[in-house]
């Protein structure tokens, strides 16, 4: 595996940086990516379509796994006496606690209690772990600890959607894909927010199926690669797969159909749960694999995903599935034809290489 961070690399001229999806959602932009030894040429294929092209673009018997995580309002402001904490919960622990990261983090100690202006509601730190990572125990749980994020917390939107006075009304629905299920997510599972009932109607009649699992996506998602390659370490994200999505995805393989990740999410969840034959088994946990170039795929055929990062772990992986220089290469293509990248973004569809 290589650690030469120079390859993941790429200029994105600022305004390729989508702020605003597409309306209607399936008329986002869609390049179908083949990378070359399946195009039977020398260079990747490269083809653009609409979202909405996706029932043409798979076959009969292939399975769609989208993430049915549902975002919850994050970011928040916090005092710990006249010291302003800001605060982005980044997932649930097993014992009711929160890890989070917080701003001005240096200043929190275990014992602390963070209050938010004159709500009720406080956390006490439980535990500082360093570069900006924080445990928290909140004093109330479950429907009161809902009522309080919706009273005192916002959307932790992506740093590069500029929201000045943040995020709009529009956000609160824009953020949130038709799969949307359970609550738990600080980041949107991106690839899902393309699909309309509209989409998946076709996508039925054309024989493909879909079913969900659940990854809760983290606000350690947005972090670049700091350090290098090989001593980058990925953030714990929880998630599960039950035992009727795990039958189904090894029924469509057995039957010749392939399994189509609809984002990096679900394709991380599903990769974590496949054995060395690529058997998916149920799965209930937490989950921090880092997916990159050398790694090989045991559950995976397709993937359905949004432009990502330079330099992130998302475009390693990208790399990972299709090729680094077939990835280069489209995302090169993309900023040539004007496609919009990140969130917001428009989308490609990648046919895995062998």
């Not at 083949?34 to 490269?46: E, H, K, M, Q, S």
């Not at 990261?101 to 202006?117: C, I, S, T, V, Y």
């Not at 290469?329 to 993309?334: G, N, Q």
């Amino acid at each position: 595996m290589t650690d030469d961070l120079s390859l993941f690399d790429f200029t994105l001229p600022r305004d390729h940086i989508a702020t605003e999806p597409a309306r209607p959602r399936d008329m986002a932009q869609l390049l179908h990516v083949v990378p070359p030894a399946l195009a039977g040429t020398d260079d990747a294929t490269l083809s653009l379509h609409r979202i909405r092209n996706l029932p043409e673009l798979l076959k009969e018997g292939d399975l769609l796994v989208a993430n049915d995580t549902e975002v919850i309002r994050a970011k928040m402001e916090a005092r710990r006496g006249d010291a302003k904490i800001g605060i982005t919960l980044d997932r649930i622990l097993p014992e009711g606690q929160w890890h989070a990261l917080a701003r001005n983090a240096r200043k929190l100690r275990p014992g602390d209690r963070l209050h938010f202006e004159d709500d009720p509601v406080t956390a006490d730190v439980l535990t500082n772990e360093g570069d900006g990572a924080v445990t928290l125990r909140f004093s109330v749980e479950g429907d009161e600890f809902d009522d309080f994020l919706e009273r005192r917390a916002a959307l932790a939107l992506p740093p590069y959607i500029a929201r000045p006075n943040g995020p709009t009304e529009a956000d609160n629905s824009d953020y949130r894909t038709i799969f949307s299920r359970f609550r738990g997510a600080v980041a949107a599972p991106t690839a899902g927010l393309h699909f309309t009932e509209e989409l998946l109607e076709a996508l039925a009649a054309r024989g493909i199926q879909k079913q969900t699992l659940t990854l809760h996506v983290g606000a350690g998602t947005f972090l670049p690669v700091r350090s290098t390659i090989a001593e980058h370490k990925m953030h714990a994200e929880w998630g599960h797969i039950d035992e009727e999505t795990a039958r189904l995805i090894n029924g469509t393989r057995a039957n010749g159909g392939r399994v189509v990740a609809v984002g990096t999410t679900s394709l991380r969840l599903l990769e974590s749960a496949a054995d060395e034959q690529g058997i998916v088994h149920p799965w209930t946990g937490e989950t921090s694999i880092f997916i990159r170039p050398g790694y090989r795929f045991r559950a995976v055929d397709a993937l359905l995903t949004n432009f990502h990062l330079p330099r992130s772990t998302l475009f390693m992986l990208v790399c990972a599935f299709a090729g680094t220089e077939t990835m280069r290469h489209a995302y090169h293509h993309a900023i040539a034809e004007g496609l919009r990248f990140y969130s917001y973004g428009d989308a490609c569809l990648l046919e895995r290489a062998p």
